[in-house]
């Protein structure tokens, strides 16, 4: 087949995934992985038709301003707070993520982070390693809070709240939450799931997982107020987004043990971490990986070029992209051509 169009796929993916775009389109992939500055993304997404590109590329009215090529940037992650969808919608060029695949296995990591900061899994590895497990052990030493039984508190309830929720039913654990919207009677029935008011959510739970979207709004929906409504034994967990925690007042509520444990997998600023949280046994923390097992990140990368290619019109799903943020962008190129 002759190739007619150019992608640009921004960070390094799976070269089964890579060769896949390739029997398509032109691809150049970069090999290298790191975050790009506005001028180099102008550059690279006007020599193309569409894109593959990371949560660390940020995709805004200045850098698509004047192009008039590109067609679809597709996002490899269903979390798109780097996309302002209104300009690219305004371009008429699609936005694509990765929603729905990623759900179990980040709702897995959730528990792993909830756990193991509840149980103080990492602090005692470094204890063990570090070669202080010589005589016997204090009875009353490593003491944890448990998990199960108790209140799981959830922050935001997508499809990622629900599938964490559905997992607490197997711990025995009542699961509140607090969404925007309710959730339908059938699906709070299989969630074991009751919404209550967010400053209920807080005092009332046990465990606090934070799962929602990032947006202006949202900005430290969790801070210094917030933190001060939870019980002193709670595990907070952020698998959701930087930014929606207030990181230097959870790092003196931790200090302070006003919070008993995090559990973070994602940070404000990041890849830079604050560094009082470094500091702090009761703190577990991970380089975002909550949707990083083998066949998940497969998946995410094989949705997002499926949804490039369909955008472009090719593979078995050409013209109908599975995930379209702003279809209406996709409607307005469809119209034109
Ligand atoms: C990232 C995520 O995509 O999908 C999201 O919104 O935050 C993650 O799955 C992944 O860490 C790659 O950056």
Not at 201 to 209: E, P, V
Not at 294 to 301: F, G, K, S, V
């Amino acid at each position: 087949m002759s190739k007619s169009h150019s992608v640009w796929v921004s960070r390094p993916l799976f070269p089964e995934v890579l060769a896949h775009l390739a029997q398509y389109v032109h691809v150049h992939a970069e090999t290298e992985d790191r975050k790009h500055s506005s001028a180099e993304l102008r550059e690279k997404l006007a020599a193309v038709d569409g894109a593959i590109v990371a949560l660390s590329d940020r995709i805004d009215g200045n850098v698509i301003a004047g192009n008039q090529r590109l067609r679809v940037v597709s996002n490899l992650a269903v979390g798109y707070n780097n996309f302002d969808v209104p300009a690219l919608t305004a371009a008429g060029i699609l936005a694509t993520n990765t929603p729905d695949v990623l759900n179990e296995t980040t709702a897995d990591y959730a528990w792993a982070l909830l756990l193991a900061a509840a149980r103080r899994v990492s602090s005692a590895e470094r204890w063990l390693r570090a070669g202080h497990w010589r005589g016997g052990m204090r009875f009353d030493d490593w003491l944890g809070v448990d998990v199960h039984g108790k209140t799981l508190g959830i922050l935001g309830m997508g499809r990622i709240g629900q599938a964490i929720a559905r997992r607490a039913c197997g711990f025995g654990m009542p699961v509140l939450y607090h969404n925007r919207s309710r959730l339908p009677q059938t699906v709070e029935h299989d969630c074991c799931a009751t919404w209550v008011e967010k400053s209920e959510l807080l005092k009332r739970a046990d465990h606090l997982m934070l799962v929602l979207p990032y947006s202006a709004q949202n900005h430290h929906a969790i801070g210094a107020a917030e933190l001060a409504l939870m019980k002193s034994t709670a595990v907070l967990v952020n698998i959701a987004r930087g930014g929606i925690v207030d990181d230097a007042a959870l790092a003196v509520a931790l200090r302070e043990g006003r919070v008993a444990a995090a559990g973070l997998d994602v940070f404000e600023g990041e890849p830079a971490v604050h560094p009082a949280l470094r500091e702090l046994d009761n703190a577990v923390l991970s380089p975002h990986i909550a949707s990083a097992s083998a066949d998940t990140r497969r998946a995410m990368a094989q949705l997002a070029a499926d949804n490039l290619l369909a955008a472009l019109g090719y593979g078995p799903d050409a013209g109908h992209p599975r995930s379209p943020l702003n279809p209406e962008a996709w409607g307005k190129h469809a119209a034109e051509t």
